[in-house]
């Protein structure tokens, strides 16, 4: 990334980029937050379970 103001730029991986942006998107509605929020939480306490639809959120 660039901008007019040296002091603030820096260079980060595309893919990194990537993330961050679609992580911002889904944060923006509660309900995708919600469900971002709770599937780490699944991962950080080893109960990943099994995979559900997106048709059930």
């Known amino acids: 990334m660039r901008s007019d103001h040296p002091q ?5 991986p595309a893919d990194e980029l990537t993330g961050m942006l679609e992580t911002a998107h889904l944060l923006r509605s509660l309900k995708k937050a919600k469900r971002l929020l709770a ?19």
């Open 8 to 12: 603030f730029d820096c260079e980060i």
């Open 39 to 57: 599937a780490l939480d699944r991962v950080k306490g080893g109960t990943s379970g099994s995979p559900q639809p997106l048709d059930d959120y």
